[in-house]
T-cell receptor, first 117, second 108 residues
Framework: GAVVSQHPSWVICKSGTSVKIECRSL??????MFWYRQFPKQSLMLMAT?????????EQGVEKDKFLINHASLTLSTLTVTSAHPEDSSFYIC?????????????FGPGTRLLVL | GIQVEQSPPDLILQEGANSTLRCNFS?????LQWFHQNPWGQLINLFY???GTKQNGRLSATTVATERYSLLYISSSQTTDSGVYFC??????????FGKGTRLSVIA
């Protein structure tokens, strides 16, 4: 099946620093990738939809200046948490669809755990 | 947007028991997927099942699209089945919307 990777898997940073998370589709091309956030014992909440070569679409309540998304190629999207604060600590998961396949399955990366001290 | 409701929210089973998890959704959908989130957070794709029935080993799923629900069956449960099971749906080109999940604990 299609594989989505994320890097890093874990990051601990000081309050006020910026953190970049990479999401790659390893064996397929994805014109659209999605970023989700999951707090402990809660479900996945969509943050934004990342479109290759254009601006991301953010969900209501998600600050676009705080969560910068760049989708520079058909296999790479990045999420940068700028000036991170403890309340940004969460599990961030990216996802992509393989548009070539007939099934519209959405594949997920392994996630990135962010802890802001 | 589409609403997804899962039941039960929590389930405790004795090893070897069978269970049924339910997912109701509020509108017609193009896609429905069942996931198992393991203790490390990885979402394991169990089924892509917008309609019909599929089986994979001890797991099977049925989606009745006209009645807007899906069922996930786990037979002869094992401790390794523990974790959170999510149902997620989408329509058109929108991303998957997740239910709140069913937290399953299988005890030996």
């Amino acid at each position: 099946g299609a594989v989505v990777s994320q890097h890093p898997s874990w990051v601990i940073c000081k309050s006020g620093t910026s953190v970049k998370i990479e999401c790659r589709s390893l064996d397929f091309q994805a014109t659209t990738m999605f970023w989700y956030r999951q707090f402990p014992k809660q479900s996945l909440m969509l943050m934004a939809t990342s479109n290759e070569g254009s601006k991301a679409t953010y969900e209501q309540g998600v600050e676009k200046d705080k969560f910068l998304i760049n989708h520079a190629s058909l296999t790479l999207s990045t999420l940068t948490v700028t000036s991170a604060h403890p309340e940004d600590s969460s599990f961030y998961i990216c996802s992509a669809r393989d548009l070539v396949r007939t099934e519209e399955t959405q594949y997920f990366g392994p996630g990135t755990r962010l802890l802001v001290l | 947007g589409i609403q997804v409701e899962q039941s039960p929210p929590d389930l405790i089973l004795q090893e070897g028991a069978n269970s049924t998890l339910r997912c109701n959704f509020s509108d017609s959908v193009n896609n429905l997927q069942w996931f198992h989130q393991n203790p490390w957070g990885q979402l394991i794709n169990l089924f892509y099942i917008p309609s019909g029935t599929k089986q994979n080993g001890r797991l099977s799923a049925t989606t009745v699209a006209t009645e807007r629900y899906s069922l996930l069956y786990i037979s002869s449960s094992q401790t390794t089945d523990s974790g959170v099971y999510f149902c997620a749906v989408h329509r058109g080109n929108t991303p998957l919307v997740f239910g709140k999940g069913t937290r399953l604990s299988v005890i030996a």
